[in-house]
């Protein structure tokens, strides 16, 4: 019973979490915009940024909301689709909660059709504090290059 009950209230949660973050981001991004920019191929954009922050699930909140961002450092073109390294921006540079930005900014992106793989500038390696570094690069499922 008490297995259930833990579980109910896990799901309660993050469906909480999940439609504030939704909310979050319709108030602070255009959804037509948005829309228009998952429409159109990657390797036709010029600027990745505004595409690849309207492919992000709920992590685009806590980026819109924390004054942070993304930046592409380098993207290739290979038979697989784009490799791109990316970089954050911002507050995201100083938060704690940056490992799990870096993991969820990955999988949403992977998730995309037209990228093979999602990897993040090691400089980022220098924003974080000795005991930050260590749980990312042991728990943080991403790549730095």
């Not at 009950?5 to 319709?26: D, F, G, N, S, T």
């Not at 709920?58 to 697989?80: C, K, M, W, Y």
């Amino acid at each position: 019973m008490d297995e259930n009950l833990v579980e109910r209230y896990r799901r309660e949660a993050a469906e909480a979490m999940r439609a504030e973050a939704m909310r979050q981001i319709a108030e602070n991004s255009d959804p037509e915009e948005d829309r228009r920019l998952r429409n159109i191929s990657l390797s036709k954009m010029e600027d990745l940024v505004p595409s690849l922050l309207a492919r992000l699930g709920q992590v685009r909140a806590a980026l819109d909301g924390h004054g942070g961002g993304i930046a592409v450092v380098s993207n290739i073109e290979t038979d697989d689709g784009l490799d791109i390294i990316l970089d954050l921006t911002g507050a995201c540079l100083s938060c704690g909660a940056a490992p799990g930005t870096l993991q969820s900014v990955k999988e949403d992106l992977e998730n995309d059709m037209e990228i093979f793989r999602i990897r993040f500038s090691a400089n980022l390696l220098e924003t974080f504090d000795e005991l930050g570094r260590e749980f990312i690069l042991a728990h943080g499922q991403v790549e730095f290059v």
